[in-house]
């Protein structure tokens, strides 16, 4: 299933990304670090939902209390809920 999660409080504005039989697939962020965005998507890619957002959420940008990786894990979280 096909997600959009607009982003609060980072660079980024927008993430797109599938869930596919609990695993993360095509994670692409709209604005933010261009290579960062691509690091964290490839090392997204395919693997299980929990485990993404176990490893990525809570990390800080700087001084910002969230992150691109943060807003991930909270988009993540969201499409969990929405599966059921």
């Known amino acids: 299933m096909h ?3 607009k ?3 980072v660079c980024s504005s927008a993430i797109d990304f599938d869930v596919e039989a609990g695993k993360v697939h095509n994670v692409t962020f ?3 670090c261009n ?3 691509k690091g ?3 090392l997204a890619e ?3 939902i929990d485990e993404v957002i176990r490893r990525i959420q809570g990390i800080h940008c700087g001084w910002k209390p969230t992150s691109c990786p ?3 894990s909270k988009a993540l979280l969201q499409a969990k809920e929405k599966l059921g």
């Open 35 to 37: 290579g960062n965005s």
């Open 70 to 72: 943060d807003q991930l």
């Open 40 to 42: 964290v998507s490839a």
């Open 46 to 48: 395919g693997m299980d």
């Open 30 to 32: 709209t604005g933010g």
């Open 3 to 5: 997600f959009t999660y």
């Open 7 to 9: 982003t609060k409080g």
